[in-house]
């Protein structure tokens, strides 16, 4: 009957009035209630026309009518029943006009008795102040009914193709609590279609909320199929991550949406259901158990402590420092040479941490400019995550990356020792095993001379400074790495470019990465090449697919996915360790010990040195062909540079 008189009024104005309505003022809600009451009392008096007639003469019957009137109005305004918004009417504002409109019924009962025991005549009939009572509850609740049911109703019908049919995973009273929030929304997102229930095989041929609750007897996208519903919004909360990423991965191979929303009492007071009904990011696909770290170990690394993080500003480096805010050092000191991301994380930080935060605009390849933050700050421990890290640039532009990958390290390595840092942990790639570019021998080589410097410090014993280098593969979401990318070209529409079809690639979060540096640079010991425990490598052409069915596309058919070919030093795989490391375990089961020759400080500083003046002077060849020579197992692929291999 509602559609049908939607479709009426569709064709009029009226629901175009509706689209700029805001909420009613409350006294409008007020004096519309107040009209109900005076209507009421007219079908009160219709009903019982002939006994008020002769029961009642006409003064007794208007001042009855107006008693009935301005008490009914004194409890409106007691019990607040117009404070509500109609289109939102709840049961509370049920409750609030039955206890207004009971009030009323009874304290002008009471009025009457007392009326008749001192005039010995009746203000109203009991039946017609009854009847009144009734009439007027029901007009005032039908009205909060209608109203409501019409914008539902409004809601529903317009825009009805712009809403996706969904179902909810999960019975349970968050799912419920998600559902309601989904209805009410404004403007609709969702058609719910119905639950499925993962747990209780009893709530067969039930319903939640008039919507019908289906066992998880069957895959879910057979039973999204058979709803005839594009999406799933995962609102079960007792599901593992494995299963979690099992059922997303399973709805994203027969191209269903699949959405997911955080249990409700996590929500912050200001927050709607439109930010929290989200869809899955890649990184909730990774299928990793969470990290548990060694707060106690960390803690008694950074506590009370000067801390140095260069490339402060990078995707690494500014998770490092939110990271390491955490443990209340006493001054973190962000150097890097980007001027915009620096101001930009300043302005982040300086609210709660501006006290003890200390931006430096610096380049680490400069030796006066690295040496005045040691002498002004002299930092106990530095995090050093400043490199050139991106593949093909750093192939076209070897002297820049042996500026800023070997020498920068280099500068920054010697100044913790003339001012007695305590740790100093560089951040670095596994592109440095076995590498195939100039950016992973430039990070190798700075491996080396960290490594070596332990060493030959450490038996000299001339230095407390501990010095450890953590490998990583590929981060998510860092910048210029490919899930960016992929982002763009998705809301570009395509096509995805991949480097080749069967090229793989560890894939890891950026906050893990950053809590594995920290744990890390708790537990060396000094000397150490720590590894992070990747999970299984990511094949790129199934990372695209999946994130394109994430986007909600379908791949090959809304976006292509283009193959153009191997870029300059780019190998089908990377590694983590050389061929002839072994590994130590650690406390922490996601970290190992590479165990690999330390190099005769002597010679990896006299190679290093050569390769510094020539990357100032000498061509591009000839830098390279001397990263060989500190590196032999450096071999180039798709690159200019194979020939030097020969």
Not at 377 to 395: D, F, G, N, R, T
Request: glycine share 4%; hydrophobic share 45%; net charge neutral.
């Amino acid at each position: 009957m509602f559609e049908y008189l939607y479709t009426i009024l569709k064709s009029s104005s009226i629901l175009k009035k509706l689209r700029t309505v805001s909420y009613l003022p409350i006294w409008i809600v007020y004096f519309i209630d107040v009209f109900i009451v005076l209507l009421s009392g007219v079908i009160t008096h219709i009903i019982l026309l002939n006994l008020i007639s002769k029961f009642q003469n006409n003064t007794v019957l208007l001042l009855g009518n107006l008693t009935i009137l301005v008490v009914n109005a004194i409890f409106f305004l007691f019990f607040r029943t117009f404070s509500g918004i109609i289109r939102h009417s709840t049961f509370i504002d049920g409750l609030k006009l039955l206890f207004s409109t009971t009030a009323s019924f009874l304290f002008l009962m009471v009025l009457n008795y007392f009326w008749e025991f001192n005039t010995g005549v009746k203000l109203y009939l009991n039946s017609a102040l009854f009847i009144n009572y009734i009439v007027a509850f029901s007009l005032l609740f039908l009205f909060r009914i209608v109203v409501k049911y019409m914008f539902d109703i409004y809601a529903t019908i317009d825009d009805q193709n712009k809403r996706i049919n969904a179902v909810i995973y999960g019975v349970d009273a968050n799912a419920i609590s998600i559902a309601n929030a989904l209805k009410t929304e404004i403007p609709t997102r969702f058609n719910l279609l119905g639950f499925i229930d993962n747990n209780n095989l009893n709530k067969t041929g039930r319903s939640l909320l008039n919507l019908p609750i289906v066992n998880h007897s069957k895959k879910t996208p057979i039973i999204l199929r058979n709803l005839k519903a594009d999406a799933l919004i995962i609102a079960e909360k007792s599901l593992s991550k494995l299963e979690t990423i099992a059922l997303v991965e399973e709805c994203l191979e027969y191209d269903f949406k699949v959405f997911t929303v955080p249990l409700i009492t996590n929500w912050e007071d200001h927050e709607q259901i439109s930010t929290q009904v989200k869809s899955f990011d890649i990184e909730d696909l990774l299928g990793r158990q969470p990290i548990v770290l060694n707060t106690k170990n960390i803690n008694s690394t950074i506590k009370g402590k000067t801390i140095l993080v260069t490339g402060a500003a990078g995707s690494i480096g500014s998770e490092i420092v939110r990271q390491v805010l955490g443990f209340e050092p006493a001054k973190v000191i962000l150097l890097d040479q980007a001027e915009t991301p620096l101001h930009h994380l300043q302005l982040e930080l300086e609210g709660e941490y501006g006290t003890i935060i200390r931006p430096y605009l610096a380049d680490i390849r400069y030796v006066e400019s690295v040496e005045k933050v040691f002498k002004k700050y002299k930092p106990e421990v530095i995090y050093h995550a400043a490199a050139y890290k991106h593949v093909p640039l750093m192939e076209s532009n070897p002297a820049q990356a042996i500026g800023a990958n070997v020498l920068g390290t280099k500068i920054l390595a010697d100044m913790a020792i003339k001012y007695q840092a305590q740790r100093f942990v560089m951040v670095s790639t596994d592109k440095a095993v076995n590498p195939s570019n100039v950016m992973g021998a430039s990070k190798r080589i700075a491996e080396k001379y960290i490594q070596a410097l332990h060493y030959l410090e450490g038996n000299n014993n001339s230095s407390e400074t501990k010095f450890m280098t953590t490998r990583f593969g590929n981060v998510l979401g860092s910048n210029g790495s490919i899930v960016p990318l992929f982002t763009k070209q998705i809301k570009e529409g395509g096509p995805l470019t991949i480097t080749h079809p069967d090229i793989i690639r560890y894939f890891m979060t950026i906050p893990e990465a950053c809590q594995l540096v920290l744990e890390a640079s708790a537990i060396g010991k000094g000397g150490e090449v720590f590894i992070f425990d990747m999970g299984e490598p990511v094949k790129i052409l199934d990372l695209a697919k999946k994130m394109i069915r994430l986007a909600g596309f379908v791949p090959e058919k809304d976006i292509k996915i283009k193959v153009i070919g191997l870029r300059p030093g780019e190998k089908l795989f990377e590694e983590l360790l050389n061929d002839t490391s072994k590994t130590l375990p650690t406390h922490n089961e996601k970290i190992v010990i590479a165990e690999e020759l330390a190099e005769n400080h002597r010679e990896i500083l006299l190679e290093i040195e050569s390769l510094i003046a020539l990357s100032q002077e000498a061509t591009s060849n000839t830098i390279v062909m001397q990263m060989k020579k500190v590196v032999p197992e450096y071999i180039s692929m798709n690159s200019v540079f194979e020939s030097l291999d020969n």
